[in-house]
RNA sequence: GCCGCGUUGGUCAAUCGGUUAAGACGCCUCCCUUUCACGGAGGAAUGAGGGGUUCGAUUCCCCUACGCGGUACCA
């Protein structure tokens, strides 16, 4: 019988969750809710000096932001807790498996200090080696218990010598693994050093703690980015020795997310030099003050950045690029996923905003719009505040007309502002060189039409405006750029008439008649 | 340097030996629209190079080139 499908997501609050780091989520989310089973996340704060504060919750909301909540962790609890490797560390967790491999032989005490490791790369360095390893080749030249004297290695323990744990590799040997999304991978034990799994401090290293941890919750699945595929063979060879292989999980290393120019994987910095977020929500570096703009606060629904993160790497094979949550749930597959690195678009993932802002009823995402419009010209008599303040029904009706237009959250105030409050500014220019006594009579005389009006519609307003022009002999054509000008400011926006119809006949009027007072 | 993983238009990509090599983004043209968009119809643009295997290779194998990742008491 097949096992319960666990998965897990395992960070280090060292500092804002970025595009690859959310994509991970999603596949890992993704995979576990296809098949039924546990997404967990688990928090890898063995690194002390990388350690930042506040980094932790701003997963927790990051991950809240897109709907990919974790059924266990840190902050939700479970079966298998604690979920921070620092609380576990605390419990003697890894500890007692690092003793088990000193006793199985597969690991040594190493009482190196960084300056001997830096003394030692520096003298084995060679044109042909620019970077040796502590590997089979030197460790006998090294401070540990392979070749230091046994009473020595004792009394360097006794007297509380700061000291390592290391694994103990073998040369010529061929670790074999399957990747989910490569198939068969080999790699030799020669290519791998003698990683240190237990560090002076007590933590254990990634190396360690992964393996440890999977195995202690269970986790049937274990995805990561490309990054750790060298590394793999250390991973699959502590799994043989601790627990078996049979246990182990089935491991999917996932391509990386690259620059959009250039080469490389994807940063921070790119989206500073690019213009584009590269973190989930805006992060601000406790220590630096600096803060990274992200994905929610330039104007990205949630849905759409799910949405592009989870085609940077993966798609049906039907051609489909806009899937919901519950469709991506529903066809996700990791023999999908590519294999190749994707460079990121930015252009894209705004087509995909554009497609989510157009699809969905205003209704559900007004709220988040709201947000944006936060600076707006001071009010002052009850008209404009009423105007500057629509209910929820006005201000989402509004919203629907011009979404169309709109690529991001931001771009509504650019194209609905003048619903709210009269223009700051106005194209004249585009009226003047064609402005004349009789149009300036007719618009004279519009008003006072409208202030007639018995009803207030796009259709019978737009029937009536068509019909005066007629009756001055001038072309509508001539009239309505000038119209859409004195009540949006600018050439652009839904149909004027439909402007119109929203705005009201009170506002419509003063509109026209300030602007008529300025030509 | 070494080890590993990759390589289809500018970008994301389909294809699981036989296709006029899909589709999307972006770009260009036209239509719709008396604005800006949306929408619609077109267009330019792709198998890194060289060897094999095969009746037939984008597809399978090898080599080369290139790219990326790793080579930490960081994850």
């Given at each position: 019988m097949a096992r319960k499908v666990r998965v897990r997501f395992a960070p280090s609050p060292t500092g804002g969750l970025h595009l690859g780091g959310v994509r991970t989520v999603l596949y890992n989310y993704l995979f576990a809710r296809r098949h039924g089973g546990d997404f967990i996340l688990r928090i890898e704060d063995t690194d002390q000096s990388r350690y930042v504060p506040g980094a932790e919750q701003y997963i927790f909301d990051s991950l809240a932001w897109c709907g990919l909540e974790p059924d266990e962790g840190p902050h939700k609890g479970g079966a298998f807790g604690p979920y921070r490797q620092s609380e576990r560390k605390a419990l003697g967790i890894y500890e007692k498996y690092a003793k088990q491999l000193l006793e199985q032989g597969h690991a040594y005490y190493a009482f190196d200090t960084p300056e001997e490791l830096d003394a030692m790369r520096e003298k084995y360095k060679t044109p042909e080696n620019p970077s040796p390893q502590?590997?089979?080749?030197?460790?006998?030249?090294?401070?540990?218990?392979?070749?230091?004297?046994?009473?020595?290695?004792?009394?360097?323990?006794a007297s509380g010598t700061p000291h390592t744990i290391r694994i103990k590799l073998e040369p010529n040997h061929d670790v074999h693994f399957t990747d989910m999304i490569r198939g068969a991978v080999t790699f030799s034990t020669n290519g791998v050093d003698d990683k240190v799994l237990l560090k002076t401090d007590g933590m254990p290293t990634y190396h360690l703690a992964v393996v440890v941890d999977d195995y202690l919750m269970q986790i049937s699945h274990a995805f990561r980015g490309e990054e750790w595929l060298p590394s793999a063979p250390v991973h699959i060879l502590l799994w043989t020795w601790l627990f078996g292989v049979d246990k182990m999980p089935h491991w999917a290393h996932l391509p990386l997310i690259l620059k959009p120019d250039g080469h490389g994987k994807l940063s921070k910095r790119d989206g500073d030099r690019l213009g584009f977020p590269v973190f989930a929500m805006n992060w601000t570096d406790p220590k630096t003050g600096e803060t990274a703009t992200g994905f929610r606060e330039t104007g990205f629904l949630p849905q759409a950045f799910v949405n592009l993160l989870a085609l940077l790497g993966w798609n049906d094979g039907t051609g489909q690029e806009l899937f919901t949550m519950d469709e991506l749930r529903e066809s996700f597959s990791m023999d999908r996923v590519h294999k190749g690195g994707a460079k990121f678009d930015y252009e894209k993932a705004k087509w995909f905003n554009h497609e989510w802002i157009k699809w969905l009823p205003a209704s559900s995402y007004s709220d988040l719009v709201r947000t944006f419009f936060h600076e707006q010209p001071a009010t002052e008599t009850a008209a404009e505040r009423e105007l500057a303040e629509p209910d929820k029904e006005k201000f989402e009706k509004v919203l629907d007309l011009v979404?169309?237009?709109?690529?991001?959250?931001?771009?509504?105030?650019?194209?609905?502002?003048?619903?709210?409050?009269?223009?700051?500014?106005?194209?004249l220019d585009s009226i003047r060189p064609k402005w004349n006594e009789a149009k300036q009579v007719f618009f004279a005389e519009l008003i006072r039409q409208l202030e007639l009006g018995t009803t207030w519609e796009a259709g019978p307003l737009e029937t009536s405006f068509k019909e005066m022009a007629a009756a001055k002999g001038i072309k509508a054509?001539?009239?309505?750029?000038?119209?859409?000008?004195?009540?949006?400011?600018?050439k652009f926006g839904p149909p004027v008439f439909e402007i119109a119809a929203i705005l009201g006949r009170e506002e419509t009027i003063g509109r026209i008649r300030h602007v008529l007072g300025m030509l």
């Open positions: 502590y590997n089979f080749a030197i460790r006998h030249k090294m401070r540990n218990s392979l070749h230091l004297p046994p009473d020595e290695t004792q009394k360097l323990l979404k169309e237009r709109c690529h991001l959250l931001p771009d509504f105030v650019q194209q609905a502002g003048f619903f709210f409050h009269r223009p700051a500014t106005y194209d054509g001539e009239l309505l750029a000038p119209l859409r000008i004195m009540l949006v400011g600018g």
